[in-house]
Structure formats: structure tokens, C-alpha cells
């Protein structure tokens, strides 16, 4: 089950009474209630798509009776309502708990329940929803190409494989810069998205990538890397570049374009969990120069420390 998994329901337009979602991330979480909206025309939103916080004081919402009372009414217009609660589910009393599992075994057949946890789901959670199967929204790396077509798609662009994957390697797999991105893109006016455009657009037409970085490095090319990582960020910064490459290195090790030594991608990410730490901690001078300089020493086979 995957974020993947959510967006093929939704195009399917959720034909399940109830849903169970979790997601850590609030990006996810406001990607998946927007979604959902999606799913309800405009003049129907304020009859048929109900949003309630569950976190919030009873002063600030309706009770959670009260809420299922709503998911219980009949929907105007002959069509479906949809009900989505949001919030830590460890928060709710056991009475409610209680309301909740009867609402779950006899859901209202005029209703899409829709439950969005927020955070991990546990396994003490699991086994007292174990009725239900939980989406996680979190999404793996590995998804991130079919997410991207996915938001190209909601605005009516089809992007190829190669602009995809060249949109990763400029951005990294930092999700709300991508969706910003992704709108850039949409004003282009286009139908179809390819690499020269996302060139233009995101890179000012720069000619250099992190594709260009990670080929400098592997051949050795010092002057060259430098002079790629200075045109680099003068758009991008640094955690970003990290994140970037994280994502290059790690689709060459899964394609099996690597050295023959078993220690290579070890030391590699290594360098790359250590340099972002500096980043993020200001806990070394000019980290990421830092960085290219042991990554092209490993790159010549030998094996730094810090």
C-alpha cells in the first residue's frame, strides 16, 4: 500500500464507504483533502464535503457524534457525501472510539468516511482497525516519477519520462518545491512537457544539471565540478543539491551503474548523510565544497574519514 495506492482510488473515485489514511507529512495530508474536494463539483461542496479537525477544542467543533450524524444524512443532489476527519486518532475518547468501529462495520451507503491520521499508524492502531486496510500518503522515492506525472496531469500536461526524471535531478525529492515547480510549468501554456522546457523555465536556461555533476565527479574532473556547482547554486540551494544527488546516486545504484567495489555506495551516502548534517546544523565551513572534495577523492578510490 502506498500514496500511489490513494491516487488509483481516486480515479477510481473512491467507491469504498470508509477509507484509512496516514501520512507524517502535512504536505501529503493537504494533498490528499485537496484531492478529495477535487472529487465534489464546486456547487456541491458546501452540501456534500464536510472537513473536520479532530485535534481541535470541543469549543471549535462539532462533537464527533455530531459528525457522524452527518456522515449518516442523506446527500443532497442524489449524489455522495464526503465526510473527512483529521487528527492524532489517539486523541479520541474511548466512547468515540467506540461510535467510530460501529460507524466502520455499518457505514452509511450514501457516504465516503474518509479518516486521515495524523502521523504513524502503530501496530496497537492497526490491530483495532485491522477491519480497515490504512494508505499510507508518505511517498517513497521510487514513486516520486508516478506522483509527478500525476500532478502534471491535474493540469491537463503530459510530461515525458526524460523531462520527469531531469525535473528530480534539478529540483531533488523535496515534494513541496516539486508541486512548485510543476506549477511553474502549467503557465507554459503547453500540452506536453519535455526536458528543453523545464530547462528554460526552472534553470534559466542554465547548461549545466546534476546529471552534468554526477558525470564530473565520476570522471575526476575537478575544475569541472566546481565550475558545474557554482552555476548550480545560483538557483538552487545547497540541501536541495544534496537532495539531488542523494536521488541520482541512489537511481544509478539501483539501475547497477556502479563501481565493482561493495564499499563504493556505502562511504558514498555516508558523505552525503554527513555533509547534510553540516548544512542543516551549521557545523562546518562551506559543506558542501567540503563534500565534493571526498567525493572526488572516493571517486579515486580512496577511502576518506572524517
Not at 489517539?90 to 455499518?106: G, H, M, T, V
Not at 522515492?141 to 528530480?168: C, F, H, N, T, V
Not at 539501475?255 to 556505502?266: C, I, L, Q
Amino acid at each position: 500500500m502506498s500514496f500511489q495506492t490513494f491516487l488509483r482510488a481516486i480515479e477510481k473515485g473512491l467507491p469504498l464507504p470508509v477509507y484509512l489514511l496516514y501520512a507524517s507529512e502535512p504536505f501529503f495530508q493537504r494533498e490528499a483533502i485537496a484531492a478529495i474536494k477535487r472529487l465534489v463539483p464546486q456547487e456541491e461542496r458546501d452540501f456534500n464535503l464536510s472537513l473536520f479537525d479532530i485535534s481541535l477544542s470541543a469549543e471549535e467543533n462539532l462533537s464527533f457524534e455530531q459528525i457522524l450524524d452527518i456522515a449518516n444524512t442523506i446527500p443532497f443532489f442524489g449524489k455522495r457525501r464526503f465526510v473527512v476527519i483529521s487528527g492524532n486518532l489517539q486523541k479520541l475518547s474511548k466512547k468515540d472510539i467506540k461510535r467510530l468501529d460501529a460507524y466502520i462495520l455499518n457505514p452509511a451507503s450514501g457516504s465516503v468516511f474518509m479518516i486521515l491520521h495524523d502521523g504513524l499508524f502503530k501496530k496497537e492502531m492497526r490491530e483495532r482497525f485491522s477491519t480497515l486496510k490504512p494508505i499510507p500518503l508518505d511517498i517513497r522515492e521510487s514513486e516520486i516519477p508516478y506522483w509527478i506525472k500525476q500532478r502534471a496531469g491535474m493540469k491537463d500536461l503530459e510530461i515525458s519520462d526524460e523531462a520527469s526524471d531531469y525535473l528530480i535531478g534539478l529540483i531533488g525529492p523535496d515534494m513541496g518545491l516539486l508541486s512548485a515547480e510543476i506549477e511553474k510549468i502549467s503557465l507554459l501554456g503547453k500540452k506536453r512537457i519535455d526536458v528543453d522546457d523545464i530547462s528554460d523555465i526552472i534553470a534559466g536556461g542554465r547548461t549545466y544539471s546534476i546529471f552534468d555533476l554526477v558525470n564530473a565527479l565520476r570522471e575526476k574532473d575537478s575544475e569541472r565540478v566546481f565550475k558545474i556547482y557554482k552555476t548550480l547554486r545560483e538557483t538552487a540551494e545547497d540541501y536541495s543539491l544534496i537532495g539531488a544527488l542523494n536521488w541520482q546516486y541512489g537511481r544509478n545504484l539501483i539501475s547497477g551503474d556502479r563501481p565493482t567495489r561493495n564499499e563504493y555506495f556505502f562511504r558514498l551516502f555516508e558523505l552525503l548523510n554527513r555533509a547534510d548534517i553540516d548544512i542543516k546544523s551549521s557545523g562546518r565551513n562551506f559543506p558542501m565544497e567540503y563534500l565534493l572534495i571526498r567525493l572526488l577523492r572516493l571517486q579515486e578510490g580512496r577511502s576518506p574519514s572524517w
